[in-house]
């Protein structure tokens, strides 16, 4: 599966922005999705996942409650909605693909397929 990440850009502390991940080549009904980001100079953290069975969501704790994550299976596209952004949340977003066992979807070696990331930018 081939992924397209879009829909970065700049936005002010307290904005919004809502990234897209696009597949071709196979459907995302057949894997979980995760959103991981990198910050200049750090490693790439694991933000949100959405389960391929169920649709169950997870999330990093600093974006609970302001990250959703969803997915138009129709659309075969991967939505993540960040609301509330602080400058902390400037990265690269890298959406992923894969079938990572529940313990390990927060672990970006246990995804196989990834985008090229889409940068992410929030001024103070």
């Known amino acids: 599966v081939q992924l397209q990440a879009s829909g970065g850009g700049l936005v002010q502390a307290g904005g919004s922005l809502r990234l897209s991940c696009a597949a071709s080549g196979r459907t995302f009904s057949s894997y979980t999705v995760g959103w991981f980001r990198q910050a200049p100079g750090k490693e790439r953290e694991f933000v949100a996942a959405i389960r391929r069975t169920g649709g169950h969501t997870y999330y990093a704790d600093p974006v609970k409650s302001r990250f959703i994550v969803s997915r138009d299976l129709s659309k075969n596209t991967v939505y993540l909605q960040m609301n509330s952004l602080k400058p902390e949340d400037t990265a690269v977003y890298y959406c992923?693909?894969?079938?990572?066992?529940?313990?390990?979807?927060?672990?970006?070696?246990?995804?196989?397929?990834w985008g090229q990331g889409t940068l992410v930018t929030v001024s103070s």
């Open positions: 992923t693909a894969g079938n990572p066992i529940l313990s390990a979807i927060a672990t970006s070696g246990a995804y196989q397929h």
